[in-house]
T-cell receptor, first 112, second 115 residues
Framework: GDSVTQMEGPVTLSEEAFLTINCTYT??????LFWYVQYPGEGLQLLLK?????DKGSNKGFEATYRKETTSFHLEKGSVQVSDSAVYFC???????????FGQGTTLQVKP | NAGVMQNPRHLVRRRGQEARLRCSPM?????VYWYRQLPEEGLKFMVY????????ESGMPKERFSAEFPKEGPSILRIQQVVRGDSAAYFC?????????????FGQGTRLTVV
């Protein structure tokens, strides 16, 4: 069945450092891929998405490219801020279903 | 436009009691999803509902758990005879269309503690 695997956290970075959070998936066909962010005490917010191979999703300086050949959707940001500290979830979704398959989440801590 | 509203935010129940979790989707959204987040884990899909219909309940435990989304009023996730293992954060999400084509908006969650 479908599954999503993320790199384990926590990831601790200094402000302005480069961020990569790895995400790989197992699925047949062509699912959509998402990154969600969860700030402390809050629900999940959609950060970015890509619906087909080679699409690049981007938002707030974050980017991720849908790589079908490597079944990956790694999240990157060139210069992180303290306000980026949160838990990041990679997810997979299919047409004709409301089900999202989430990775286990990666906690990012950015220190000033 | 208010977001997805879940209540209560925190719920404490003794073993054997019933827990009722409510979710009001965003205005204009007719698709509702429930997810459970166990400590140190990602979100696990439980059930997908449209108005008055259960579309996919493949993630729901076979016993004690039920969900509904009536024509009027919020969606309800009901857990009967709760056990300690039910302690988790329960998140509701809603969307205007199927989630592949549009964003699903999440509520802030209900944190259930069974004592």
């Amino acid at each position: 069945g479908d599954s999503v695997t993320q790199m384990e956290g926590p990831v601790t970075l200094s402000e302005e450092a480069f961020l990569t959070i790895n995400c790989t998936y197992t699925a047949t066909g062509y699912p959509s891929l998402f990154w969600y962010v969860q700030y402390p005490g809050e629900g999940l917010q959609l950060l970015l998405k890509a619906t087909k191979a080679d699409d690049k999703g981007s938002n707030k300086g974050f980017e991720a490219t849908y790589r079908k050949e490597t079944t990956s959707f790694h999240l990157e940001k060139g210069s992180v801020q303290v306000s980026d500290s949160a838990v990041y979830f990679c997810a997979l979704g299919r047409s004709n279903t409301g089900k999202l398959i989430f990775g286990q989440g990666t906690t990012l801590q950015v220190k000033p | 436009n208010a977001g997805v509203m879940q209540n209560p935010r925190h719920l404490v129940r003794r073993r054997g009691q019933e827990a009722r979790l409510r979710c009001s989707p965003m205005k204009g959204h007719s698709h509702v999803y429930w997810y459970r987040q166990l400590p140190e884990e990602g979100l696990k899909f439980m059930v997908y509902l449209q108005k008055e219909n259960i579309i996919d309940e493949s993630g729901m435990p076979k016993e004690r758990f039920s969900a509904e989304f009536p024509k009027e009023g919020p969606s309800i996730l009901r857990i009967q005879q709760v056990v300690r293992g039910d302690s988790a954060a329960y998140f509701c999400a809603s969307s205007r269309e199927e989630v592949r084509n549009t964003e699903a908006f999440f509520g802030q969650g209900t944190r259930l503690t069974v004592v």
